[in-house]
Nanobody, 119 residues
Framework: QVQLVESGGGLVQAGGSLRLSCAAS????????IGWYRQVPGKEREVVAE???????NYADSVKGRFTISGDDAKRTVYLQMNSLKPEDTAVYYC?????????????WGQGTQVTVSS
């Protein structure tokens, strides 16, 4: 079992910055990928950024050059540094962990943290 707790969301003006944190606990050694998703009411949840156990990272086209995902293995924490924020970045951001097991893949989600960008 993996538990994920997000923090760092809030209100920010367009052009500003925000840093999200995701603290993982439990069977963290079983995680093969961890990242951030976001969702706006009425729309599908979308991948924002993800990093694998091998250290490779990928980003949604809409955030490339503005967002940076990083991890601290010692702290079991993943961060999302968001710069040059735009109103369209407003969403609930969820931390997501993918765990590969013998029978397949399990998904774990944090409770979400609200990010609101004002124009």
């Amino acid at each position: 079992q993996v538990q994920l707790v997000e923090s760092g969301g809030g209100l920010v003006q367009a052009g500003g910055s925000l840093r999200l944190s995701c603290a993982a606990s439990g069977s963290t050694l079983s995680i093969n990928a961890i990242g951030w998703y976001r969702q706006v009411p009425g729309k599908e949840r979308e991948v924002v950024a993800e990093i694998s156990q091998f250290g490779s990272a990928n980003y949604a086209d809409s955030v490339k050059g503005r967002f940076t995902i990083s991890g601290d293995d010692a702290k079991r924490t993943v961060y999302l540094q968001m710069n040059s924020l735009k109103p369209e970045d407003t969403a609930v951001y969820y931390c997501h962990a993918e765990v590969t097991v013998i029978a397949g893949i399990l998904d774990y989600w944090g409770q979400g943290t609200q990010v609101t960008v004002s124009s």
